[in-house]
């Protein structure tokens, strides 16, 4: 666990310094944001580069606190923290990637993303895909809370009927993560960012309606 948590200080603050380095590097004016068709419609200082560090830190704050929060609900072990240290740290990985891709599009003042050898909606896709895969095999080792997993007013009734809800959402997660993966290397642009979240939509309706069914049927 002690590697684990080292791991996450690393990543939650290794894009504020690679940012801290690349800054003398970057020209003045960079493309601040991008429409749904790729094109760069906003332009900004250099230093808003600062913004998606800010932000990643922001997100590793809120993971800790939801870690903890969690774990205090689990009296006996630690399942529930490590799940959500584990989670913790695929989505700051995420996020490190997301701000190695920024600073490579303000570097080049990219207008175009479209342009790009490398697809920002395909990386995002496949992310969230390798993230739902991690999440599906660790989530039927969570213990009742209130903070990750399946939780819906049913999955919530009881320990027997969580922990059905748990493994089904487990194997719903994993199937989705890797239908996401699929999504984000055959598709590219805004049709990729569609697949994804119908994929995500799909993969809700399904647990929350097996959730019901399961507390209907304890």
Known sequence: MKNKKTLYFILMFLPLLITAAA???LPDRIPAHYGFDGQADRWGSKYESF??????IGMGLFMLAMARFAARQEPNGRNN??????A??????WF?????YTLYTSFTQAENLSALSLDISQTECILLGILMTVLGNVMPKLKRNSVIGLRTPWSMENDAVWKKCQRFGGISFIISG?????AGFAVRGTAC???MLGILAADTIVCVYYSYRAAKNA
């Open 23 to 25: 800054i003398g590097f």
């Open 51 to 56: 913004l998606f560090p800010a932000i990643t």
């Open 81 to 86: 923290e490590k799940v959500c240290m584990t």
């Open 88 to 93: 913790g740290i695929v989505l700051l990985t």
């Open 96 to 100: 490190n990637i997301l701000n190695c």
């Open 178 to 182: 890797i239908l996401c993966i699929a």
């Open 193 to 195: 960012l569609f697949w």
